[in-house]
């Protein structure tokens, strides 16, 4: 089978497609043959800054080809996406039945790549922000490929205003079609009238303006791979607060919780009312060429490889 690796980090330039073994699942897993598989910003920057190279692992959609030792509920030809956390960007991949997710009818395999992780973090970082019905929303890399699913959320949440951020004012229209009420560019000097609550994809240099974007009491949760440093000072005058938040912990360690929200992604995508958007979709061997789209911050929606 062929799959993506790369031997040192750097750029997008590093990665390369090789013939690899098709892998063996364990117990509890399944061997998928891939359908479609997610680009994310954090793999990208891992690609750039991990000292060593790791597998390219992420959500993945596709057919169940093979069942581990002891799998109960899943069969050969069965339709699911999920995360891997191995190789991902390959022909074959392994998902843990725990990660994994039936796909349902009406649903492509971009479609569920687009919306499971994607979804998953949006949502999830929606619940720590502890919304209330009526409160103002910002959200930070609105037309990423979590950004824009939570707009989406957001305003089927009940905001009373969806404020989104973006790196280029061309994305205005586009994030606007999503409900946001507002669109502001990361350059300008005010990003308008105080919000209640932040869903930071960015972090790094963004940091410090969302959090001042923030009324008194407001909250802000991180979900990027962005890092940056928030001063207490700031925080302490406004008695605003930040909060972390990582999927993979929900998934390991609350796997009810987990399951509850993909249950609740399927249900909006079902009745039509959360649309994930696929920027483009690349075949493997233009890896190289996903990656640039991300780091370019071009994309307006998901990123995907189709093997």
Not at 160 to 178: E, T
Request: aromatic share 6%.
């Amino acid at each position: 089978m062929r799959r993506v690796r790369y031997d040192h980090s750097g750029g997008p330039e590093v990665l390369r497609l090789e013939e690899a073994p098709l892998p063996a699942p364990g117990p509890g897993e399944l061997l998928v043959r891939v359908a479609a598989a997610g680009v994310t910003l954090p793999v990208v920057r891992k690609v750039r800054e991990s000292p060593e190279p790791i597998p390219l692992g992420g959500e993945i959609a596709g057919e169940v080809a093979g069942l581990g030792p002891g799998v109960t509920g899943f069969a050969p030809g069965d339709r699911v996406t999920g995360l891997t956390f191995g190789h991902g960007y390959a022909d074959y991949a392994l998902l843990h039945t725990s990660m994994a997710s039936p796909v349902p009818d009406g649903a492509s395999a971009t479609d569920a790549v687009a919306l499971v992780r994607s979804g998953l973090v949006a949502y999830g970082a929606l619940q720590a922000a502890r919304p209330a019905p009526g409160e103002a929303a910002l959200i930070t890399g609105a037309a990423s490929g979590v950004g824009h699913l939570a707009v989406q959320l957001a305003a089927l949440g009940g905001a009373g205003r969806v404020v989104g951020a973006v790196s280029d004012p061309a994305k205005r229209d586009f994030v606007r079609s999503l409900g946001a009420t507002e669109v502001v560019a990361y350059d300008r000097e005010s990003w308008g009238e105080p919000v209640d609550y932040c869903l930071d994809a960015v972090g790094g240099e963004l940091l410090a303006p969302a959090l001042a974007a923030l009324a008194p009491l407001g909250r802000l949760v991180a979900y990027s791979s962005g890092g940056g440093t928030v001063r207490a000072y700031d925080l302490l005058v406004g008695a605003k607060s930040v909060t972390g938040f990582q999927l993979a912990l929900i998934a390991r360690g609350h796997p009810d919780t987990y399951e509850a929200w993909r249950r609740e992604l399927w249900r909006l995508f079902g009745d039509g009312a959360l649309r994930p958007a696929v920027h483009a979709a690349f075949p493997l061997e233009e890896a190289a060429k996903a990656h640039e789209a991300i780091e370019s911050r071009a994309n307006l929606g998901k990123v995907v490889l189709v093997p």
